[in-house]
């Protein structure tokens, strides 16, 4: 099994494009993630979907927009990149409650 | 105040010493904890739950949680150079919540 799967693995963009970051689970897991990850900041929710028809907010969202495609499927929307939002972003998925998650390999983001 | 701490290390340990990583939350009606190891440049992996407070042990590993202190530590036993990572606490809310709340992470280094 794959896994989480995420792509791309690398991106530049200039300030002011736009991108989509997609994700893929083929675990059947009802919910996903999106996380940033940046030096001595750890990992930061920026938006999750608990269920298939579900998103709601994390702690850091502005400037980010999600889709919930299907089951499988989770993207993560930039519509205006800004300099700030270099980071490495993580996809993750989870069965139930009580597990931890499964993270995908990760999307390394580089705004200019 | 951060909703979950960890001293960001660097920690560095001779081989075969025991490793101490501890994390504390401030959230008291947390109910799971997880331990994550992240070699540099990778994603993040689930190598410890816990949910009740005591100890639990798998193989090197010992997580043990302390709801009343809200304290949440890992012991790595016989630590190797293959060890040598950063290890995020996090820490999942009470109720519905799925989304977990990471720490910033400690590095670890274990010396030949």
């Known amino acids: 099994n794959a896994g989480v799967t995420q792509t791309p693995k690398f991106q530049v963009l200039k300030t002011g494009q736009s991108m989509t970051l997609q994700c893929a689970q083929d675990m059947n897991h009802n919910s996903m993630y999106w996380y940033r990850q940046d030096p001595g900041m750890g990992l930061r929710l920026i938006y999750y979907?608990?269920?298939?028809?579900?998103?709601d907010k994390g702690e850091v969202p502005n400037g980010y927009n999600v889709s919930r495609l299907n089951k499988r499927e989770f993207s993560l929307r930039l519509e205006s990149a800004a300099p700030s939002q270099t980071s490495v972003y993580f996809c993750a998925s989870s069965e139930a409650q009580m597990v931890g998650y499964t993270f995908g390999s990760g999307t390394r983001l580089t705004v200019v | 105040q951060k909703e979950v701490e960890q001293n960001s290390g660097p920690l560095s340990v001779p081989e075969g010493a025991i490793a101490s990583l501890n994390c504390t939350y401030s959230?008291?009606?947390?109910?799971?904890f997880f331990w994550y190891r992240q070699y540099s440049g990778k994603s993040p992996e689930l190598i410890m739950s816990?949910?009740?407070?005591g100890d639990k042990e798998d193989g090197r590993f010992t997580a043990q949680l302390n709801k009343a202190s809200q304290y949440v530590s890992l012991l790595i036993r016989d630590s190797q150079p293959s060890d040598s990572a950063t290890y995020l606490c996090?820490?999942?809310?009470?109720?519905?919540?799925?989304?977990?709340?990471f720490g910033s992470g400690t590095q670890l280094t274990v010396l030949p």
């Open positions: 959230d008291r009606v947390s109910q799971s």
């Open positions: 996090a820490v999942r809310a009470g109720g519905s919540a799925r989304q977990l709340t």
């Open positions: 816990i949910y009740s407070n």
């Open positions: 979907s608990a269920s298939e028809g579900t998103t």
